[in-house]
């Protein structure tokens, strides 16, 4: 079945790097285009960009630009989503999900990782 | 950027009671429009893409409808485990852009 397995949770300083991955399994990984969403405690699901795995083509949320940074490691089967100069306000669960109509971006969310949480405290 | 604002914030429903929840976009997204639900501490559920298609596995219980800039979410005849939160989302044609709309929490009255 189709699997996409998050990194675990991380804690970081103001002014720091993350980087979350995201292992798919279950289906041909260049096939489907992959979505990064966040949600920060309490409140709703902020989408940050999309990476076509097979081209490593990506598309930013304007919010992101410059700050995210979406790959992809075909052989591993394996998106990577960074983050840089973390803020406070970044503290939030991190999800990576599959599109669900195959060799298209014109897709919508399904299935979902599990979500990985990142805490950004000083 | 499409703005999307759904309506009620809450919804207070009796199990087997009918939910009607809506999804209004700053401009037309013609038919580009999901719904997810959200269950506390689990991941979002696609239920709805292209405005009125059901996702795999999905009750015939969730409909959608509309089009342009007004969407509603239904569900016929509301069971315990549908309590939780909506969002819809948006997508813009090229490059796609996806939006969510701030959610509806459906709770039991």
């Known amino acids: 079945q189709v699997q996409l397995v998050q990194s675990g949770a991380e804690v970081k300083k103001p002014g720091a790097s993350l980087k979350v991955s995201c292992k798919a399994s279950?289906?041909?990984?260049?096939?489907?285009?992959l979505h990064w969403v966040r949600q920060a405690p309490g409140q709703g699901l902020e989408w940050m960009g999309w990476?076509?795995?097979?081209?490593?083509?990506?598309n930013y949320a304007q919010k992101f630009q410059g700050r995210g940074t979406m790959t992809r490691d075909t052989s591993i089967t394996t998106a990577y989503m960074d983050l840089s100069r973390l803020r406070s306000d970044d503290t939030a669960l991190y999800y990576c999900a599959r599109g669900n109509m195959a060799h298209s971006p014109l897709n919508w969310f399904d299935p979902w990782g599990q979500g990985t949480l990142v805490t950004v405290s000083s | 950027e499409t703005v999307l604002t759904q309506s009620p914030a809450t919804l207070s429903l009796s199990p087997g009671e009918r939910a009607t929840l809506s999804c209004r976009a700053s401009?037309?997204?013609?038919?580009?429009l999901a719904w997810y639900q959200q269950k506390p501490g689990q991941t979002p559920r696609l239920l709805i893409y292209d405005t009125s298609n059901r996702a795999t596995g999905i009750p015939a219980r969730f409909s959608g409808s509309g089009s342009g800039t007004d969407f509603t979410l239904t569900i016929s005849s509301l069971e315990p485990e549908d309590f939780a939160v909506y969002y819809c989302q948006q997508r813009s044609n090229w490059p796609p852009i996806f939006t969510f709309g701030p959610g509806t929490k459906v709770d039991i009255k």
């Open positions: 990476i076509n795995p097979n081209s490593g083509d990506t």
């Open positions: 401009q037309s997204v013609s038919s580009s």
């Open positions: 279950g289906y041909t990984f260049t096939g489907y285009y």
